[in-house]
């Protein structure tokens, strides 16, 4: 069974930093492309960033590029989203997602593509 817990939510003040990480387990870790999807209240779930975890190539959205870091420790199936610069805009609830890199198309970054999901962790930025 493919599980994926997030964790490391919290709320922040405008400018600070935030660690999510997630824990996956129930695949074959290298086999996979994991992403970071938010949903903020009322808005659609968008992409944020993902990472190809047998090649290590990384995407991420414009409205994050060069604030947030996506990396991978293989050793604990866990990917990690350092998020830096943090904006109120940025409130949402933070979701991990993987899918098998085969299925994937790369530089594309929909919710449909994912098979997936962990529960979310709510991220909150205070102006």
């Known amino acids: 069974e493919v599980r994926l817990v997030e964790s490391g939510g919290a709320t922040v003040q405008a400018g600070g930093s935030l660690r999510l990480s997630c824990a996956a387990s129930?695949?074959?870790?290298?086999?996979?492309?994991i992403s970071w999807f938010r949903q903020a209240p009322g808005k659609e779930r968008e992409g944020v960033s993902y990472i190809d975890i047998s090649d290590g190539s990384i995407y991420y959205a414009d409205s994050v590029e060069d604030r947030f870091t996506i990396s991978k420790d293989n050793a604990k199936n866990t990917v990690y989203l350092q998020m830096s610069s943090l904006k109120p805009e940025d409130t949402a609830v933070y979701y991990c997602?993987?899918?098998?890199?085969?299925?994937?198309?790369?530089?594309?970054?929909?919710?449909?593509?994912?098979?997936?999901w962990g529960q979310g962790t709510q991220v909150t930025v205070s102006s």
């Open positions: 129930g695949f074959t870790f290298e086999d996979y492309t």
């Open positions: 997602a993987a899918e098998a890199t085969y299925k994937l198309r790369e530089g594309v970054l929909i919710p449909r593509d994912f098979g997936a």
